[in-house]
Every structure is written in C-alpha cells, then in structure tokens.
C-alpha cells in the first residue's frame, strides 16, 4: 500500500518527467488542439533595428552576467542591459552565502554531503512543489558552479556555514560576506571581454517576429527609476537570442498583492527598489507559462528596526539562530527550531504577531562580522546581564533564564530536545557576557515564481513549446525552488543558470 | 506593537483595496511604462463571421449558465459552449452543497451566522490569500443566491450541514445531494428562454480585435473529447462579450504537474474528464493575468476503491467526518480535527502514506442518502462489532476502541479535548451498531487559481487594466478562494459571479 500512495517517491522518480515528457495522456490530448502561432507574432516588429547583437541580456545580476560571460566566450557579442543606474541588482545586496554540496572545503572539516542531499533539501523546503530536474541540475552543478566563480577571481572564506533548512553546512561565505565579491567579479570579466553593461536601459517588450521568435526588444535609453516619462525608445536586434534575467518582483506592490494580498505596504522587503514585475509581465504577454507565482518567500532574519535587507540579519543569521537562541518576548520562551526552512520561520514570527528576539553571547559573534556597525545603529544591542536584556524588550526575566538554561543543557548532551535543530560542532553554552540581542521581523526577499523553463533555460511557452530565441535564468524563472526557496541555493541558481542560459542563446539552442 | 505588525487586519481593511486601487507607489510606477497595447490585436479576425451574439458563454455549468440566464434576460442574445457531449460540466457531479451565511433554515435552526463570519472562515482557509473584495462579495451575496436557484425551481433539504472548516452549519443540500438539482432547473430556465446550449462545441481561441477588445471565438463544432482530429472550425462574433465559465483544470496533467509536480497520473481526480486548461492558457495567451495558479486542492473525503469522486465521500462528508472519527489504521488514533479545512486534513492523511479509515454507528449514518449503494458497491462496509471492523482494515483493535470511548466522552463532556471539533448539536455516541467503515485518499479536487477578474467578473489584463468584452466567473477565475477552497462555496462562487458575469457581458461593462 506504501508505494501506491507514496506521492514522493511518484514525483522524484518518474512523475514529472513522465508528464512533461510529452506522453499522450486522456486529459492532454485536449491542447494541442491550441490554435497555431501564438498572438503576438509580428506585430511589434520595428521598420529599423537601432542596434543589433548576438545576445542581449536582460538585467545585471549574478545570473545576468554569467549569462553574458558565457555567450561572449563561445563567440557571439553581447550587451547587458540593467534599468537601474549601478548594474548589479539585488546579487549586489546578496548576503554572499553559496550552497555547494560535497565541495573542497567540507571535506576539510569531515562533513559529508552530497547533490542528492542538498536535492532532498530542496524539494522539503519546496514542499515537493520543485520541477525536479531544474533543482537537480542546480544540486549536480554546484561545485562547478562555485568553482567557475573562483576561477573569476571570487575569494571565499574557509568555513563552511550551516543555514537554516540545510541538513549540514554546506555554504560558502564570500571572503566580504557580500554579493557584490561576486559581482565585481563578473563584472571585472564582461569588461574584459569587451561586453558592454548599459545602465538606465529600461525593458518596455519583448519582441517576437513573425515566426514567433524572440527578434529583439524595445527599450527605453537614459531612463531614470522610477520616473516614466524618462528614457529614449530603442529597438534592439538579437540576432541569436534574447536572455531574461531580470530577477523578481518583491518591491512590485501592484503584483505581488495581486499573488498574495497579505504582502501589503506594511511589509517591508529586503529587495532593491528595481525589483519590480514588468519583465516578467511582458514575457507572460510573450506567451511564457506562468510557474507558482503565487509563491512569495518573507525572509525570517531581518530587523524591523531599520529598512531593507539592513544588518541586523547578519546577527541571526550567523549567532542569534546559529550559537543562540530566538524567543517570543511576551513568554521568553523559543517558539521554533531556530534552523527550520524559511517559510516556517517566518511563519512562525508572524503568527506571534510581533517580533521574536535573538539573543547569543560573546562565543556566539565570533562570526558576525558587521558586529560594530549593527551596535552603532542600535538593530543589535549588548548587555552586561540577562536581566539587562530582558528589561530592555520586556521579556519575563525567570522564563528567559530557564529557556538558556535549558539550551546550555541541550549543548551539553548534544541534543535540543525542544526542536531538534541541528548543533554546530563548535556550539558552546550561552554563558559568557556580554549578551546581544536582535528583533526578528519578516520582510518579502524572494519570488519563487516565474516563468517556465526548461534545463537548457529555454522559455516554455502556453503552446506546451520552447519559445524560440527566449531564454530566463535566475529569480525570473519558476519552479527550480518550489514553495520555498533555501537560503543560499539563490546565487547557485543564479550562476548554474545564467551560465546555462548564455551557452544556449549563443549555440541558438 | 500588535498593530503595526497585524498582517491580517493590514490586509482586510485596507492592504488589497489600496494596492489595487491605482494608487501610485514607488514600485509601481515602472509598470505603466508598459507598451502600448497588448500583443495579440487584431492579428486572428477572421475575413467572414460564420454566426453572431452579444453574448457568448463558454462552459455550461453553474456559472456559465447562470451568465447565459443573466445575459438574455437583460435583452441580450446568448449562446453557451460546451466542448463535451453533455451539458454540465463538474457541476452536475458536484455534491449540491451551498454555502449561505444568514439563512432562513438557520435562522429555524438558532444558528447564528452572517456574512462577516463566513467572509473569516474562507480567509482562514484561503491562508489570507484570498482577494478580499471577491470572497467578501460572494459572502454577502449568499442568502440572495441561494434565493435566486430557488426562484428556477431548485430544491433544498430542511436542515443546513456542517462542513468542514465552517464555523457554523450553514450550508444548504440539495433534495437529491448534487449539484445536479441546480443545472437542472437552469437548464431548464436556459430552454424557456431560448438560450442555445451547444455541446461538443470546442473554444480554439479567444479573438481578440485591433482594440484588444475579445471580438469572439475561433471554435470547433462537432468535436468528440478528447479526439483532436475531430470537428469543425467555426468563428463566432460576439457583439457584447464572452464570458469565460469553463471550469478549472483539474485533470488537465500537462497543466497541473507543472504548476505541483506531485499531482502525477498516480493521483487521481474528482473531477470529469472535461476539465482541463485549454481555455485558462489561451485567456493568458490573451493577456489575462496569472492568478495563484499553483494551487491546487486535494478532497480529503474521497475513497482509494473507486474511480473519481465515487460515492464514498458521501459517507466521509456526512457520517465520518461529522458524526463520527477518522483514524489511521497503523495506530487507532485519530490524528486530525476531521473538519478542519481540506487542505490541512487532505495534507495529514497524505502524511500517513496510506489511506486512512473512517467510522461511524447506525446513528452517524442517518443523513448519508445513498448509503445501499455505496455498500454494494463495497466502498462502504458494514460491521456488527468494531473487532470484526479492525480485523477488516488491519487496525490494532484496542487502540481503536479507546479511540472510540474517548470520544464518546468528548460527546458527553460537550468538547473534543484532542482537536477541538465542532460538536453537531445532534450528535450521539458511537454505540449503535451495526459499525460502518471507509477509506479516506485525497484526489485532486478543484483549482483555486486562476486569471484575475474584479468585482464586475472583468477579466483583469496584464496592463493592469480589463480585457474589453472577457469577463469570467467559477473556477476559471482566480482569487476569490485563495489557497484553499471551503467545502460548498464553490456553488457560491460560480452563481455570484456567473450571474454578475451575464449581467456585465449584457451591459457592456
């Protein structure tokens, strides 16, 4: 009875390929009855290119300029647009945290790992709602991926670090805990192979020819975010293939309230402000398959002490969840398993209806490196006591005491019997003031959805067929995460993808 | 503190209203930049019309033949499409329960309810996913909707039902517990009316003109699901609009599996062999926006040993659930509140990994209609001791029956003190012999998302604006449930919005 009812084991193994694979089921047939090309076709198409290349990009992030760097280096020209005024979009602001399963430097530390155990990772998290193979692929090509970015020059810091929802820690850290070493990086390559970044170059269509290939796109030079009336029109010829890589849509109030109506003006985003739906909204009006859009991920770490992404994440990311613990200050008691998925973490805040607080000690910071400026800003705070810092987010002194009684007590037989979560192999008791603090308050930080693509980064169209000269990487498409994406599979999706989809416009897959 | 952070009360008083309203925020703004007019214009007007209306319909269930009704009798001329060889759609399967908060029968009852009450119910379900003004629309249009189906004739039960994730019994039966009751009587309302209803009548293609404006249909006559070769093509003008109202896509495996992976051929389906996506993915090959597409709603009443919705959930929905206890057959015990809502309770019982049993007495099973049948059928079986029961399913006997006394002690006491149900004012112990039993496996049951439609059932364009002429109502259209469906508002929703959809499409809206 077991495997007649075991939907896992369904989807990994044969589900979902057999399904997408084109086998003729009853309930398919139906479709291929859709009514020849698709609608746009043709329509769009200017009397005179401006300017023509091989390959343009869309957008000037991790995936963007992997894109670009790949396309260049097998051949074809390139360009990469970005609409904002710096290139680099949200990648820049990027924690710089990188999963790799089974890499160099787990072994250093004796820790075994594997692709198919960061795939397991994946699909839990994703609530087994992930396209298989794309989350597969990223899992298979994570060492490749982290080491094509040494080979750009990206230093990373020696330690491993282990993220929430992760089984072991498995995440490089780049040696400035930031994106931007990544970035800088790739943009130091696209420069040296000669592709330009054009900035305040705005998306307004993508355009299809007659055939229904993706020819070229109208833009808008000299634009200045947010302001529309800004810019220049320009038609741009991509004489191999256009790649989207625009990222998501976390700072689009109109979409994402249309896709989840909780994700109001009241709720902050760690995004950029660019992060915005109109490429992704064009290339649904090019006739992409919409993929899970609905699937909008609120990071647990943030502060609602400051705006953005901040600092204070830093804090809980690597002590607070790490070495310390979190609480719900009304009962001073942890309330979840400091290293659960993000959904359920921040689910779990906000079901308190108010912030959580970290707290670890001095042991616990050792490896949060912004400590300084997050005190000086006031998001983190240090105290002499326990007592001093339950005063201070009004905690009830006693039961905040037992709770870090009861965790040096789990240190020290090796197990949380509360929650199960995971005890780093340098875990000590929460004994050594100063004590530090943080508040925890969700802020939407990634979209999960997008639009369909396959392994090759090939857009999929409403036609059930690839999207000629259309390809998507990175937060833009849908899918490789599932219902939640784990921290730090973000860059490697980005890069594997990017890549990917560089090598496929340039080879005109 | 509460405040600030109260996402609920951000979203219902003024979140969704304000973000959709028009106002310009910072992150909006870029979207206007869109280009022009949508893609498809203009592009698949035929030279010659074979036939026109002002109004087409396209699915003759509950809501596209309460649209048709609407349409005609505001002094339009109308037509309902069917692809299949019978009207009906899912509705005529459907188990002929409506939701109506505020009902005369409650009021016999001393029920107290209202709209707001029900309004809170479906947003709890829909895991505030819901968009507010639509799911608040159908709430406090219920009593008016029930009232209307009884003005074509439609008769109901006495007493109202307690489904699942309900607050109250507020729900209403059909005399014969099918939907079947309902597109009856429109039908025949559709017949006195002169209002053509075509089956095997197959939509190709929305048309939409230079304007943008859905101009018609491109259709095919004479096709026999799901025989692509078969029918001719046909286009239909339509003066006024076309009303979307062909149902969801439930056994539509292309479609489904891309939006959840895990919804495989090894999962079967409540619904007819007609619902599938076609007409979804041309409305956003038309531009229609994508609306929490991925989910997708598992029943948790229907039985492993039949095919489709079968007639075990009667006894699931009507006796297990309400008057009696749902266990896992490895363990005895309960394990969920058997009316929470369907996707908690279809998620816990795919958790076991196996089906789970439902157990009621002789007095649990006074409201299941057609129980003779489902015993023949041996979906449901008959016990004279609960002994012979365990031996049956291989449940461990005594754990069962402390399962059993357990909650006759709840019924005594007035509370179930393991998950808290809802108690039936008329609910008595398991102690009446003979004992009768059903499996319980989830099935895909309805599809939640959808293409965006507003108040006055417009269908909502990814320019931000209606689609002139496309208008859509029931489960074509996304938002109003959302991410899970209450049991019985299904019905609601298809007669609120079908008919608001008719009167729309007639007004020229």
Same mark, same amino acid.
């Given at each position: 009875?077991?495997?007649?009812?075991?939907?896992?084991?369904?989807?990994?193994?044969?589900?979902?390929? *057999?399904?997408?694979?084109?086998?003729?089921?009853?309930?398919?047939?139906?479709?291929?009855?859709?009514?020849?090309?698709?609608?746009?076709?043709?329509?769009?198409?200017?009397?005179?290119?401006?300017?023509?290349?091989? +390959?343009? +990009?869309?957008?000037?992030?991790?995936? #963007?300029?992997?894109?670009?760097?790949?396309? $260049?280096?097998?051949?074809?020209?390139?360009?990469?647009?970005? $609409?904002?005024?710096?290139?680099?979009?949200?990648?820049?602001?990027? #924690?710089?945290?990188?999963?790799?399963?089974?890499?160099?430097?787990?072994?250093?530390?004796?820790?075994?790992?594997?692709?198919?155990?960061?795939?397991?990772?994946?699909?839990?998290?994703?609530?087994?709602?992930?396209?298989?193979?794309?989350?597969?692929?990223?899992?298979?090509?994570?060492?490749?991926?982290?080491?094509?970015?040494?080979?750009?020059?990206?230093?990373?810091?020696?330690?491993?670090?282990?993220?929430?929802?992760?089984?072991?820690?498995?995440?490089?850290?780049?040696?400035?805990?930031?994106?931007?070493?990544?970035?800088?990086?790739?943009?130091? =390559?696209?420069?040296?192979?000669?592709?330009?970044?054009?900035?305040?170059?705005?998306? @307004?269509?993508?355009?299809?020819?007659?055939?229904?290939?993706?020819?070229?796109?109208?833009?808008?030079?000299? /634009?200045?975010?947010?302001?529309?009336?800004?810019?220049?029109?320009?038609?741009?010829?991509?004489?191999?293939?256009?790649?989207?890589?625009?990222?998501?849509?976390?700072?689009?109030?109109?979409?994402?309230?249309?896709?989840?109506? *909780?994700?109001?003006?009241?709720?902050?985003?760690?995004?950029?402000?660019?992060?915005?739906?109109?490429?992704? @909204?064009?290339?649904?009006?090019?006739?992409?398959?919409?993929?899970?859009?609905?699937?909008?991920?609120?990071?647990?770490?943030?502060?609602?002490?400051? $705006?953005? @992404?901040?600092?204070?994440?830093?804090?809980?990311?690597?002590?607070?969840?790490?070495?310390? +613990?979190?609480?719900?200050?009304?009962?001073? *008691?942890?309330?979840?398993?400091?290293?659960?998925?993000?959904?359920?973490?921040?689910?779990?805040?906000?079901?308190? #209806?108010?912030?959580?607080?970290?707290?670890?000690?001095?042991?616990?910071?050792?490896?949060?490196?912004?400590?300084?400026?997050?005190?000086?800003?006031?998001?983190? =705070?240090?105290?002499?006591?326990?007592?001093?810092?339950?005063?201070? /987010?009004?905690?009830?002194?006693?039961?905040? =005491?037992?709770?870090?009684?009861?965790?040096?007590?789990?240190?020290?037989?090796?197990?949380?019997?509360?929650?199960?979560?995971?005890?780093?192999?340098?875990?000590?008791?929460?004994?050594?003031?100063?004590?530090?603090?943080?508040?925890?308050?969700?802020?939407?930080?990634?979209?999960?959805?997008?639009?369909?693509?396959?392994?090759?980064?090939?857009?999929?169209?409403?036609?059930?067929?690839?999207?000629?000269?259309?390809?998507?990487?990175?937060?833009?498409?849908?899918?490789?995460?599932?219902?939640?994406?784990?921290?730090?599979?973000?860059?490697?999706?980005?890069?594997?993808?990017?890549?990917?989809?560089?090598?496929?416009?340039?080879?005109?897959?």
């Amino acid at each position: 009875m077991k495997e007649k009812f075991d939907v896992k084991n369904g989807l990994t193994r044969r589900g979902f390929i *057999k399904t997408t694979g084109g086998v003729a089921l009853a309930g398919m047939a139906a479709g291929s009855l859709f009514a020849g090309p698709l609608k746009a076709f043709g329509a769009e198409m200017p009397e005179k290119w401006d300017e023509e290349f091989d +390959v343009i +990009v869309v957008g000037s992030g991790f995936a #963007g300029l992997a894109a670009a760097i790949e396309a $260049k280096q097998a051949g074809s020209s390139a360009v990469v647009l970005e $609409k904002m005024r710096v290139p680099g979009g949200n990648s820049i602001i990027n #924690g710089g945290v990188f999963a790799v399963a089974g890499s160099p430097k787990q072994e250093a530390e004796g820790i075994k790992d594997s692709p198919e155990l960061l795939l397991e990772d994946m699909l839990k998290a994703g609530l087994y709602l992930n396209h298989v193979e794309l989350a597969k692929t990223i899992a298979e090509k994570s060492r490749e991926a982290v080491q094509w970015t040494e080979s750009l020059g990206v230093q990373y810091k020696d330690r491993v670090t282990h993220l929430g929802g992760h089984s072991v820690p498995r995440s490089y850290s780049t040696h400035n805990s930031s994106g931007s070493a990544i970035v800088t990086k790739q943009l130091d =390559k696209v420069k040296e192979l000669g592709v330009d970044v054009r900035t305040q170059s705005y998306v @307004m269509s993508i355009i299809q020819d007659k055939e229904g290939r993706a020819a070229g796109l109208k833009i808008k030079e000299g /634009y200045r975010f947010p302001d529309e009336s800004t810019g220049t029109v320009k038609y741009l010829k991509a004489n191999k293939g256009v790649v989207l890589a625009s990222g998501g849509f976390g700072r689009d109030l109109y979409f994402r309230t249309i896709q989840d109506p *909780k994700l109001t003006e009241n709720v902050d985003s760690t995004n950029q402000p660019g992060a915005t739906a109109e490429v992704l @909204m064009d290339a649904l009006r090019s006739g992409a398959t919409p993929v899970q859009i609905s699937w909008i991920q609120l990071g647990p770490w943030t502060s609602p002490d400051e $705006k953005g @992404m901040g600092i204070g994440y830093v804090f809980n990311a690597m002590a607070g969840f790490v070495y310390g +613990v979190m609480v719900d200050p009304e009962t001073g *008691k942890r309330f979840i398993n400091e290293l659960a998925d993000r959904k359920i973490r921040a689910d779990a805040i906000i079901r308190l #209806g108010h912030p959580a607080v970290t707290i670890a000690d001095s042991q616990g910071v050792r490896r949060v490196h912004n400590l300084d400026r997050a005190l000086e800003k006031g998001v983190v =705070k240090k105290f002499d006591t326990l007592d001093a810092l339950a005063a201070e /987010y009004n905690i009830p002194p006693e039961p905040l =005491k037992e709770t870090i009684n009861a965790w040096n007590r789990y240190i020290k037989q090796g197990q949380d019997r509360e929650y199960g979560r995971y005890l780093q192999t340098d875990s000590e008791a929460i004994a050594n003031p100063p004590y530090y603090a943080c508040r925890a308050w969700p802020k939407v930080h990634h979209t999960m959805g997008g639009i369909q693509i396959n392994n090759k980064a090939q857009v999929i169209g409403l036609d059930k067929k690839p999207i000629p000269g259309l390809y998507a990487a990175g937060e833009i498409a849908g899918g490789v995460h599932g219902a939640v994406r784990l921290g730090s599979c973000a860059v490697l999706d980005c890069i594997v993808f990017g890549r990917t989809a560089g090598q496929s416009a340039a080879a005109k897959v």
